[in-house]
Every structure is written in structure tokens, then in C-alpha cells.
């Protein structure tokens, strides 16, 4: 044992000199390295007999060795922040994830008692333990009843009974038409006397001047379609239009301004807020259910409408307005059914009626989108290019106009002005020559709202040449936009020579002279 010991003894001295000797030479390293008198002596000892060259060199290469030193040195200071900075973050990253891990068992903890006071309301209810008709407006909900305790709603039949409210507008609605009394309308005017009329109260009550054509085609534009567009440039009374016409119905015209953060159908139509439990209704939304209740001529103005996407915001309702059967035209608004919902609410459904239109005004500059074919053929545009010019007129009051007065006005208008089958026969030929020479079709829908629109436009004492015309204007030779016009002036100044010849001289005027524009443009 003691012959082992004094082994291992020595063994271990030996190996700790090794250690002792790297620390003594790397002690002698560094105090050789930064040995500055030893620097001093050789540099005295070379230095006697230096030329200027040998000076320069000589103070070049000190000052190198030194910048050497003190990069080194930065490097290693730097590496040592990096390196404390790197372990304090690693710290600081422990200590979130042990406080995420504490506030999850504490979220863990204040669910289990949840559940606990829901098992324990089940209960005092008498209702089984887990029932699926049992749902909590303080939970999830934020209603609450006196003294924050929260109040249950109980699910029976699909319907959510409880008391709270989450249609405050429509609610109004529903009380103001308890105690209407609707006003006596005037069913003898014709659609001539409500044109006059209408342009002698904007002039003499209102100070807007119209022409008689651009009243025509409003009417008719009405008669054909939901939409119509008004479009043009600044200051030709796009806006003032549906607005004088409200007016005149003593039906004031809604006016949603759009704005160019529209995305979606719920900056229309509102929205329902999931904290709040409340719908954000819009006065859109209040338009479209009061309309309901009502007999009137209900106008919605779109103000700026392709300041935005149109397709965005008014999708759903463009889907809608091309169902053939009314009766499904339904917008989807909530989910589900409350007890305290508006009594024409059809299981969270709103039904759009039939005396309700939507007017557009369109800018086309920079700050617009371009409106889609979509849009425009589902719409019925109307150019407003030309300030109205000023005339005497008697002065003429408002009206009270039915919207069944109006609607039998538009039937009679069908039954009486059809389009000629002379017309419609060379309005089919000129599809076909569309057709070969520029590949662009009318459209079945085109069409249609042809046969709906040139009859009341005949109806308020305009010519029908001149209402196919303008539908051909606006709607068909429109789409020559999208084609390489720069290509086609030839079979442009053919088409203007074909519709001269087809419908007469000095007839066809709108379309004429839009091709001869388009000529020029491209």
C-alpha cells in the first residue's frame, strides 16, 4: 500500500508540473509579448545607423503591430458582450416560457371552474347535466343581468330565448310601422306626367336642371333593372339625380358614400359583433328591411361607387338580383334566431323587396377602378356628359308615388310599346354581323332588358329607335373597349356605315357618333 502511494504520488506531481510548465510558459508568453523595454533596447540597438527610408518603415510597421493589437483586442471585448447578451436572452426566453406555462395552468384552473358553475346553473335549472340547450350570454356573450350575474338563454326549437336586443335600428322599424298610416298615393298620373313633373319640381323647388331624355332614361332604367349607374364627369348632377328624386316622392333617398376601404358586403349591410352581441346595423340595412313594410319608391344611392371594388361590397347582392323568382331574394344576416329579433327577420334572413333600387354614380379617373362587365351588365348606365341648362317652370310640388301604381305603369308600358318585330329584326341581324366581324355577342340579358327598357322609355314620350339606341351604345358597342381597337377602325367605319344603312340616315346617333369616338381614341 505505501509503495502505491508514493507511485501515485509521484505520477501526480509529474502531471501537474506538465500544467504547472504550460502556465508558466504561457505567463512567460504574454509578459515576453508585451515586453515593452526589451522593444525599446533592440529598436535602440538597430536604430543608430537608420536612413529616412529605414524611419518611416520602422514607425509604419509600429503602428500596424499596434492597430494588429487593438483590433484583437476589440474582437475579443466584443465577443464577450455578444456572449453575455446571448445568455441573457436565453434567460429571459426561461422565464416567458415558465410564465406562459404558469398563465396556461391558471387559464386551465378558471376553465375547470367555469365549467363547475355551468354544471352548477344546470342544476338549479333542473335541466340534464351537459344539455347542449343551455348556453350563457355572460359567458362569451358579455350580457348580464343585475349585479353581473349572467343570464341564461335557453335554446327551444332553434330559437334563442332571451331579452336582450340585437337589432336596435330594425326594432324602430318595427314600432314606427305599428301605428303607419300610409299616404294617399296618386294613381291617375302617367309615366309622361310624372317625367314633367318631375322636372318642373327640380327646377322650380330645387334649382336642377334636367332634360327631358335624361329623365326617360331614368325611368326606364328603373323599369328595367335594380341597378342603374350614373356616370360622367364632375358637376352634371349624378349625385343630385336620385336625391331630387327622393324629393319629389317625399321618399328621401339613403346615401351610402363608399369608401375605398370597402372589402366586403358589411360595410353595406353591417356586421355582428361577437363581444358585444349587438348587430351593427347601417342605414342601408334599415332602408332594405323598412322597404318592406311600405309601399313607396325606396332609393338607395351608392355616392363614389368604384372608388371601390363594386364586385367586393355588392357581390352578394349582384347574385341575388339575377335570381328569376323574387321570392328568394333573401341576404343572409345572422346566423341564428333570437326571440327578441325584428318581426319580418325570416330565420336571420332579410327579404329584399321589389320597391327598392340601388343608384350608382361613377367617376372614371386615377383615383377609380374601372367598373367590371359584370357590374355593367347587370346595371343599366346612364351618361350624364353635360351641365343642365337653366329654364322657367311652373312650380310644381312633390308627389305621393305608389310603387304599385309605378309597377302597373311599366306593365301597361310592355303590353303597349313592345319593340317592332321590324326593329328586332335588325337588331338580330346586326348581332350577327357583330358577330363575324367582331366577335362580340349581345347576351340573352342584354336583350331582355332591351325589351324591358325601350317600351317605358317609348311610354314617357321618347322614340324607340332612340332607346335601342342608347342600349346599344351603353351596353353592347361598350365592350368594344376590351378589343384592339387600333386594329379594327376599318370594321369600326364599316359598322357605322351598316347601322346608317340598316336604320336610316341621322337615326342610330348615340352609337354613331360613340364608334367614331372610339375610332379617334385608338
Known amino acids: 500500500m505505501n509503495e502505491f502511494l508514493k507511485w501515485f504520488f509521484a505520477f501526480i506531481s509529474e502531471m501537474l508540473k506538465g500544467y504547472a510548465d504550460i ?3 504561457f505567463a512567460r508568453g504574454v509578459k515576453q509579448i508585451f515586453n515593452i523595454k526589451n522593444y525599446i533596447d ?12 529605414s524611419w518611416v518603415l520602422s514607425i509604419l510597421a509600429i503602428i500596424i503591430v499596434l492597430a494588429i493589437y487593438v483590433l484583437l483586442a476589440m474582437l475579443i471585448i466584443f465577443g464577450i458582450r455578444k456572449y453575455i447578451r446571448f445568455r441573457h436572452s436565453i434567460v429571459s426566453n426561461e422565464d416567458l416560457l415558465e410564465e406562459i406555462a404558469e398563465l396556461q395552468r391558471k387559464v386551465m384552473k378558471m376553465a375547470k371552474e367555469k365549467d363547475e358553475i355551468m354544471a352548477m346553473k344546470v342544476a338549479q335549472m333542473g335541466l340534464p347535466a ?13 350580457a348580464e343581468g343585475e349585479g353581473g350575474e349572467a343570464q341564461p338563454q335557453v335554446v327551444e326549437s332553434g330559437v334563442v330565448q332571451t331579452t336582450e336586443h340585437r337589432f336596435s335600428k330594425l326594432i324602430e322599424v318595427d314600432a314606427f310601422y305599428k301605428t303607419y298610416t300610409p299616404p294617399e298615393y296618386d294613381n291617375e298620373i302617367d309615366l309622361v306626367g310624372i317625367c314633367e313633373n318631375f322636372r318642373n319640381f327640380a327646377c322650380s323647388r330645387m334649382h ?3 332634360e327631358p331624355k335624361v329623365i326617360r332614361l331614368f325611368i326606364a332604367g328603373m323599369a328595367s333593372t335594380k341597378l342603374i349607374i350614373l356616370q360622367g364627369i364632375s358637376g352634371t348632377g349624378k349625385t343630385s339625380l336620385p336625391y331630387s328624386f327622393g324629393k319629389f316622392l317625399q321618399v328621401d333617398t339613403t346615401i351610402a358614400s363608399v369608401q375605398p376601404s370597402w372589402r366586403d358586403r358589411t360595410e353595406l349591410f353591417g356586421y355582428f359583433n361577437e363581444f358585444t352581441k349587438n348587430f351593427n346595423e347601417t342605414e342601408v340595412l334599415k332602408r332594405i328591411y323598412s322597404s318592406g ?10 355616392d363614389e361607387m368604384n372608388i371601390a371594388r363594386v364586385e367586393y361590397y355588392f357581390a352578394e347582392m349582384l347574385s341575388i338580383l339575377e335570381m328569376p323568382n323574387a321570392d328568394e331574394w333573401e341576404l343572409d344576416i345572422v346566423p341564428n334566431v333570437w326571440s327578441t329579433d325584428p318581426e319580418n327577420l325570416d330565420k336571420g334572413k332579410i327579404r329584399i323587396p321589389q320597391n327598392i333600387w340601388y343608384i350608382g354614380t361613377a367617376n372614371n379617373d386615377d383615383s377609380t377602378f ?32 305608389g310603387f304599385e301604381h309605378l309597377d302597373q305603369l311599366f306593365r301597361d308600358a310592355f ?11 335588325k337588331i338580330q341581324q346586326l348581332d350577327l354581323w357583330v358577330i363575324e366581324k367582331l366577335r362580340v355577342a349581345f347576351g340573352n340579358r342584354i336583350l331582355k332588358q332591351m325589351n324591358l327598357f325601350v317600351p317605358v322609355y317609348v311610354a314617357c314620350g321618347g322614340d324607340e329607335l332612340d332607346g335601342i339606341d342608347y342600349i346599344l351604345a351603353t ?3 361598350r365592350k368594344f373597349e376590351s378589343l384592339n381597337l387600333a386594329m379594327l377602325r376599318e370594321e369600326l367605319r364599316e359598322l357605322c356605315a351598316y347601322m346608317t344603312k340598316t336604320f336610316g340616315k341621322n337615326k342610330m346617333n348615340e352609337s354613331i357618333a360613340y364608334l367614331e369616338r372610339l375610332q379617334k381614341l385608338f
Open 23 to 25: 502556465g508558466r510558459g
Open 42 to 53: 533592440i529598436f535602440k540597438e538597430h536604430s543608430q545607423n537608420y536612413g529616412a527610408l
Open 130 to 142: 351537459g344539455s347542449a340547450a343551455l348556453s350563457f350570454a355572460g359567458e362569451g356573450a358579455g
Open 208 to 210: 336642377l336642371y334636367y
Open 293 to 302: 313594410y311600405n309601399n313607396d319608391i325606396n332609393l338607395i344611392l351608392l
Open 370 to 401: 374601372a367598373i367590371s362587365d359584370k357590374v355593367y351588365d347587370r346595371a343599366q348606365p346612364i351618361n350624364l356628359d353635360a351641365k343642365g341648362v337653366a329654364f322657367d317652370a311652373p312650380d310644381t310640388p312633390p308627389m305621393n308615388l
Open 415 to 425: 303590353d303597349k310599346y313592345p319593340i317592332s318585330q321590324e326593329n328586332l329584326k
Open 475 to 477: 351596353k353592347i358597342f
